[in-house]
């Protein structure tokens, strides 16, 4: 296991992820009608929601107080939850304002999550897939880690209930969110 003392930064010699075609049948799928726990205490169900949902996807949120996975940081695209997930949060009313809401997805539990939520000060949801039952359902790309399956990180743009745009590979994490308002400012011209 390695730690890292600052979660909110990344190594400069991160490896950069490729698109390896896990996410090309993604656009104009409906998404698959599932209750996601929620750190807000419910469920969400993303197939019924109308209007615009900003999903993204990520790996897993390191905690300051635990380790990261052994060479965490050699697994490209792996590294950068926070960074993603602050920028989302510092984002979060321009999205509005677009007409989006925003949640996080990973298969982390739903009670991790709440501390990461907490700490990072998410003013959105984050939803727990740690069945992996989305994950499998939506055929979203994955990658294993110290037999955990996690998934990759990937912004899905949703318009009631069917993927509308999939940014995939994410990288830099820190910088998906603006590319997220970009597009939705474009949409809106």
Known sequence: MSKTDNLN?????????TDDGAADHLPGMQLTSLNLPSTSGGDVDLSSLSGRSVLYCYPMTGRPDRELPDSWDDIPGARGCTPQSCAFRDHHEELRALGARVFGL???STEYQREAAARLHLPYELLSDEKVVFTKAMGLPTFEVEGVTLTK???LLI???RIEKVFYPVFPPGANAAEVV????EERT
């Open 9 to 17: 930064s990344l190594p400069e010699d991160l490896p950069v992820p």
């Open 153 to 155: 990180r990937l912004t």
């Open 159 to 161: 318009k009631d209930g």
């Open 182 to 185: 970009a597009w939705l400012r």
């Open 106 to 108: 990973s298969t982390q």
